[in-house]
């Protein structure tokens, strides 16, 4: 048992954003041995229901998965709507973005943790699931991403 905030301490996945996703993927592909990861675009606004600072968004992004045993690593290349991403890589470039937990109850977490002074900054949906990314900057020196399953 846990008194994580987040009902884990399990890192599920670490985000990386990047200019080109497929250079990433090579690269880490060449350095693991394995071959380069396909990647795929994010469903667009009216399936995802993407919201980026409390509004809708109609930002999506490129996203290659890597298994790196038990914590997954995906890279990211957004297109040049408003996100996270695209905030992300203009400010600071390429680069870790977030570490993602697996949560039940993802509302009740994030209230939990805007009460703590860490406020939502994106969310969205994906066939399976959602996702919130946390704005735990200033506290952890990285987002936080919420991934919540259906069961």
């Known amino acids: 048992?846990?008194?994580?905030k987040l009902g884990t301490n399990a890192v599920a996945q670490i985000g990386v954003v990047v200019h080109d996703i497929e250079t990433a993927s090579r690269a880490y592909a060449e350095l693991l041995g394995i071959e380069p990861p396909a990647w795929f675009w994010t469903d667009a606004a009216d399936k995802a229901k993407t919201e980026y600072g409390g509004a809708p968004s109609e930002a999506r992004a490129k996203l290659a998965f890597i298994d790196l045993g038990p914590v997954q690593l995906e890279l990211i290349e957004p297109d040049g709507h408003p996100s996270t991403w695209r905030d992300h890589l203009n400010a600071r470039g390429e680069g870790v973005h977030h570490l993602a937990f697996?949560?039940?109850?993802?509302?009740?977490?994030?209230?939990?943790l805007e009460k703590h002074g860490i406020p939502l900054?994106?969310?969205g949906e994906y066939t399976g699931g959602r996702y919130a990314y946390m704005d735990s900057s200033r506290a952890l020196k990285v987002l936080l991403e919420l991934l919540e399953n259906d069961r």
């Open 102 to 112: 697996v949560v039940e109850k993802m509302k009740d977490k994030i209230d939990a």
């Open 121 to 123: 900054q994106q969310k």
């Open 1 to 4: 048992m846990t008194n994580s």
